[in-house]
Each structure stands twice: as C-alpha cells, then as structure tokens.
C-alpha cells in the first residue's frame, strides 16, 4: 500500500509482473496486484466477428495514437467506480511524457468516440483501460491497437484481468508463471509502438484475416 508511488518504481513493477490499483476514484492510496490468474490478448488470435468486420469496413471513423492522451484515460475513468485516482492520473502523464504510455484514440463527427491506453517496456504492452461512447468504439480500438503491436514488434498484450468482452475478441487467463516467463521474453525484446503507419480499414482486415 502506498500514496507515493514514483513512475520509476511503476515502470520496475511492471517488469517484475505486477500493477498498482487504487480502490477508489477517492482513495489516494495505491496497492499492487499480482493475481493467481493473468489475462492477456495472444496477438495472433484476436477475434473479429462478423458485425465488427462490417463496422470497419464502414470506416465512418479516424483513428490517431497519443493525440488525446489524457482525454483517453478521463474516459476510462468516467465512470460510476473506477480504480483510477489523482496519484494514478499523475503518474500517467508523467510516464507518457516520457514515451513509455501511449493511447489510440477513435473519433467520429469530429468527437472521441472510445479509446484505449496503456504502458510499453520493450516488446510488452500493459493495456490499462479502454472506454467507449459509441457503439463498437472499444472494439475497434482494440483492432487498431492489436495490429499496432503486431506491426511494432511486440510479443505480449497483457490486459490485466480478462472481462466477457475481451473474451469475446480472444483474451484468455494464464498463470502467473506462464504469464511471467512471457513477460521475461518480452522485456528483453525491442519494439516502437510509434514506429508502424495507421492502416486503413482494408489494410487491417487484409492482415487480421491472413494471421488470425
């Protein structure tokens, strides 16, 4: 438990195989998780259904990365409960200032319509949280966002704990030594989540269905 946790010392228990949460929007205080069971997103299984295909091919969206990057994690946190507090939210834009915490955002008739965000050490992507205020929003980030880490060069999509939804895109649970053996890979990997050019809706079905 602490209220007084650097950005270094988040970054060094990242690499270790844990994460801080807060109880409440109005708990100052943090505390680290390391759950029994992991969830990850295996990036060469991710699951577009037939109603999200035809979603993106519509392509009545845009998408951008680290354009809106606080107004992404002020939607992940808008919401009744969350474990996103004062200290969090500061030391996410600590670390996004220094290039380790990157969002991808979707837009549509000029608003932010959903998005994801998340902590990258070497080939590991720590997917913090994601929102959505339009149909299909979260979704086709996280289309966008798996194609990213493929193209980028990262091998482990971690997101935490695995809900119904991200089940249904292809999240599943590992244990903590599996899950800790990847993450000792990936660390050691190198990777630039700035580095591929956001794809058309064609591009990245095109790619999606020849790897999943």
């Given at each position: 438990?602490?209220?007084?946790?650097s950005a270094e010392l988040l970054l060094a228990?990242?690499?270790?195989?844990?994460?801080?949460?807060?109880?409440?929007?109005?708990?100052?205080?943090?505390?680290?998780?390391?759950?029994?069971?992991?969830?990850?997103?295996?990036?060469?299984?991710?699951?577009?259904?037939?109603?999200?295909?035809?979603?993106?091919?519509?392509?009545?969206?845009?998408?951008?990365?680290?354009?809106?990057?606080?107004?992404?994690?002020?939607?992940?946190?808008?919401?009744?409960?969350?474990?996103?507090?004062?200290?969090?939210?500061?030391?996410?834009?600590?670390?996004?200032?220094?290039?380790?915490?990157?969002?991808?955002?979707?837009?549509?008739?000029?608003?932010?319509?959903?998005?994801?965000?998340?902590?990258?050490?070497?080939?590991?992507?720590?997917?913090?949280?994601?929102?959505?205020?339009?149909?299909?929003?979260?979704?086709?980030?996280?289309?966008?966002?798996?194609?990213?880490?493929?193209?980028?060069?990262?091998?482990?999509?971690?997101?935490?704990?695995?809900?119904?939804?991200?089940?249904?895109?292809?999240?599943?649970?590992?244990?903590?030594?599996?899950?800790?053996?990847?993450?000792?890979?990936?660390?050691?990997?190198?990777?630039?989540?700035?580095?591929?050019?956001?794809?058309?809706?064609?591009?990245?079905?095109?790619?999606?269905?020849?790897?999943?």
């Amino acid at each position: 438990m602490t209220d007084r946790l650097s950005a270094e010392l988040l970054l060094a228990g990242y690499a270790q195989g844990i994460f801080p949460m807060a109880e409440s929007r109005e708990n100052p205080q943090l505390h680290w998780f390391d759950p029994a069971m992991r969830g990850i997103v295996p990036l060469e299984n991710f699951h577009i259904s037939r109603s999200l295909a035809k979603h993106l091919r519509r392509g009545n969206y845009t998408i951008s990365t680290n354009r809106a990057f606080r107004a992404v994690v002020e939607g992940c946190a808008d919401r009744d409960e969350t474990w996103i507090n004062g200290p969090l939210f500061a030391l996410y834009d600590q670390l996004h200032a220094a290039g380790f915490a990157h969002s991808l955002e979707v837009w549509q008739d000029g608003d932010l319509a959903g998005g994801i965000f998340g902590i990258t050490l070497g080939g590991a992507f720590f997917g913090e949280s994601m929102f959505s205020r339009r149909t299909n929003a979260s979704k086709t980030a996280l289309a966008y966002l798996v194609d990213r880490l493929r193209q980028a060069g990262f091998s482990l999509f971690d997101t935490q704990y695995i809900t119904p939804h991200l089940a249904s895109l292809g999240a599943v649970e590992i244990p903590r030594a599996d899950y800790r053996a990847r993450l000792a890979r990936a660390l050691r990997q190198e990777a630039d989540f700035d580095a591929p050019e956001l794809p058309g809706p064609h591009s990245l079905l095109q790619r999606m269905t020849q790897t999943s």
